[in-house]
């Protein structure tokens, strides 16, 4: 894929009857410092130049060319924080919720498994292409609902879930939804019957909970070898002592301290902003409503064992399984 010079950052994707297309973006890797990708998207005028990727050529990636590793989580969990402080490691570029993932992904998918794993396949070669170094994606919550996809496409790259104790992850979902959930438009109808596929939920709170357990099901059928799971409490140091050995990226003493220090930080703030970070486990604890305590209890909390997760540790444990 040849696009003369330039940075060609993929901005998005649009599956076609054709093929691939993909709109380019000539934004080089330093720009790429906004919590959300979207975010620099927004702010850069850049050059743009499109591409198709044609039926016959699609999944043909370079060698290598797939990512450093993988952030799924369960929404509202920080990993933000991880891709963020995965930033300031010097070596890798970080693609934060890129936009050509999720249009891709978007569902009804129009394509079958397979060739939507080609397709993916085609985009981290662009990726690949525009970091010229290691890169890691962190992706949108609801792409985890897909993680079979991705680790398909890219079955030597290892994933991290990040996860939070599921009452603080529902009462943030419910106080603040995201686009996809809880809306009356057709995309967040589609949603839910992907995470209540029997339309059981009787309550906001049932589908949030639902929602939660549809993550950890998801990523119940991955290869435990390739993942770890990142536990908030165990932010930020997990994300140089376990995320990065884990990805393959080497964390100096020097790169560490600038992690710890931009960990004070809130991790969701413009990056100009010095927005302390304050902890809000204890808040949302106590805005739980019975309602919610049941659903999380019935509904997420099995979801979670049977992701390997025991109590006992801080919110929650790993099992010896998930840990090596």
């Known amino acids: 894929m040849h696009h003369g010079q330039g940075d ?11 093929g691939l297309y993909l709109q380019l973006r000539d934004i080089a890797v330093p720009e790429l410092h906004d919590p959300f990708m979207k975010e620099t998207l927004a702010r850069s005028a850049a050059p743009e130049e499109y591409v198709q990727i044609e039926m016959q050529d699609l999944g043909r990636a370079p060698p290598g060319s ?24 010097g070596g890798c570029a970080v693609y934060a919720e890129p ?14 498994h397979a060739r939507m794993v080609a397709a993916l396949r085609s985009l981290g070669a662009a990726f690949a ?13 609801w792409n985890t609902l897909h993680c079979d996809l991705l680790t398909e496409a890219f079955p030597d790259s290892p994933w991290v879930l990040c996860l939070r104790d599921p009452v603080e992850v ?11 959930l809880l809306g009356t438009d057709e995309m967040s109808r589609r949603f839910a019957t992907i995470v209540d596929p029997q339309n059981r939920s009787r309550s906001n709170e049932e589908l949030v909970a639902r929602t939660y357990a549809a993550f950890c099901d998801s990523v119940v059928r991955l290869d435990p070898g390739k993942g770890r799971l990142v536990e908030y409490a ?20 020097v790169a560490r301290d600038r992690m710890a220090q931009a960990a004070t930080r809130h991790a969701k703030a413009p990056v100009t902003s010095t927005t302390p970070f304050s902890g809000d486990a204890a808040t949302k604890q106590a ?20 992701l390997g997760v025991v109590p006992g540790f801080r919110l929650f444990g790993y099992s010896g399984a998930s840990r090596e």
């Open 8 to 18: 060609w950052l993929p901005a998005r994707a649009a599956l076609h009857p054709t």
């Open 66 to 89: 797939g990512p450093a590793g993988i952030i799924f989580h369960v929404a509202r969990c920080g990993s933000t924080l991880v891709s963020q402080l995965l930033k300031l490691q």
């Open 99 to 112: 936009p050509p993932v999720n249009e891709i992904l978007r569902p009804p998918q129009p394509w079958p």
């Open 129 to 141: 292409a525009h970091a010229a170094r290691p890169y890691v994606l962190k992706l949108t919550s």
């Open 170 to 180: 529902c009462v943030s979902l419910l106080q603040r939804p995201p686009g996809w």
């Open 234 to 253: 165990e932010l930020p140091g997990a994300t140089w002592g376990d995320v990065a050995p884990h990805f393959s990226l080497p964390v100096s003493e």
């Open 287 to 306: 805005a739980a409503s019975a309602e919610l305590r049941r659903a999380v209890d019935e509904i997420a909390r099995p979801a979670l064992a049977r």
